[in-house]
């Protein structure tokens, strides 16, 4: 798919909005971004992932992603270059393996997302790869929406580049223009 195809579809399912939005940052913004509602459709995330892996020809051992968001695209682009799947999540705030995850010295990696905002945590796994000795092969999100300025210092590749503003309500041109803001993130904190 086309880049131009997957911000339609994108649309269609509702995974993105254009409008003026209270994000959970507190943030005002024009857009609102939910990758979580494209990828529960499996058959569009399978096809998603298939593309997403295409790009990384190099010999991949394992993927590795960012609890929550980044666990059905870590297991789906593993499942198309037939490798294990293993994810990260925050342990007192830093990315950590648990669950019986480990990554073996010499390992190639592939760190997947599915949107990258600030980079944060794929920053994160970037660096715990390279503490356990392994080989970080290349960072891939389905949505970058940092309109690409995001670097990881290794292969990017991104579906979707967006710039997506966003504001403080202070100065929110959408507020001054009186366009009532819609809520629809969820409460919790650590939701994108
Ligand atoms: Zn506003």
């Known amino acids: 798919m086309e880049e131009k195809q997957i911000y339609t579809l994108f649309k269609q399912k509702e995974a993105l ?18 990758c979580a509602k494209i990828l529960q459709y499996p058959d569009i995330a399978e096809k998603l992932c298939i593309q997403l892996a295409e790009n ?12 929550i968001g980044g666990i059905v695209i ?5 499942r198309v270059l037939k490798v294990r799947a293993i994810f990260a999540e925050r342990v007192e705030d830093k990315m950590a393996l ?16 599915d949107v990258i905002t600030t980079g944060g945590s794929l ?6 790869v390279k503490e356990k000795g392994c080989n970080i092969m290349g960072a891939g999100s389905i949505v970058d929406r940092s309109g690409g300025k995001v670097q990881f210092g290794v292969k990017k590749v991104a579906l979707l580049t967006l710039e997506v503003k966003t504001y403080q309500k202070e100065s929110c041109p ?7 803001v819609t809520y629809l993130g969820s409460r919790h904190k650590s939701a994108k």
């Open 98 to 113: 648990r669950r019986g995850f480990e990554l073996k010295e010499g390992e190639n990696v592939l760190a997947v997302e």
């Open 123 to 128: 920053k994160e796994i970037i660096q715990l």
């Open 17 to 34: 909005l254009e409008g003026h939005f209270l994000l959970t940052s507190g943030l005002h913004s024009p857009t609102y971004l939910q």
């Open 174 to 180: 959408l507020c001054k223009q009186g366009i009532p």
């Open 74 to 78: 870590g297991y789906e682009v593993a």
């Open 56 to 67: 990384f020809k190099e010999k991949i051992d394992v993927v590795i992603s960012p609890a």
